[in-house]
């Protein structure tokens, strides 16, 4: 599993998502920002995590395991069932 560096501050996060108010942009390719990190905290069920680059890695989160984003990798996420979660951005 990867993990956020020690160097890395919290700075904002998103609302709370469940499985009808996910933005559509999060359900397609995307990347964060140079330098900025992406902590994806499941609160209830399950989410689809997929790193798409360098090398394709699918991750199914949920409240025991947490997704990390890496500064500009592309990925997306795709919702398996009823799920609450949101994404804490550190730099």
């Not at 501050?9 to 397609?28: M, Q, V």
């Not at 990347?31 to 680059?53: K, N, P, S």
């Not at 395991?65 to 804490?88: A, K, L, M, T, W």
Request: aromatic share 8%; with cysteine.
């Amino acid at each position: 599993m990867k993990t956020l560096p020690d160097t890395v501050k919290h700075y904002k996060s998103t609302p709370e998502f469940n499985e009808t108010s996910i933005p559509a942009g999060l359900l397609r390719r995307h990347t964060t920002a140079d330098a900025v990190w992406g902590h994806i905290h499941i609160l209830e069920g399950q989410l689809l995590y997929r790193i798409l680059e360098p090398v394709e890695e699918v991750i199914i989160l949920s409240p025991e395991r947490f997704g990390v984003v890496e500064p500009q990798v592309p990925h997306e996420v795709e919702v398996i069932g009823p799920v609450r979660f949101c994404v804490d951005f550190l730099r």
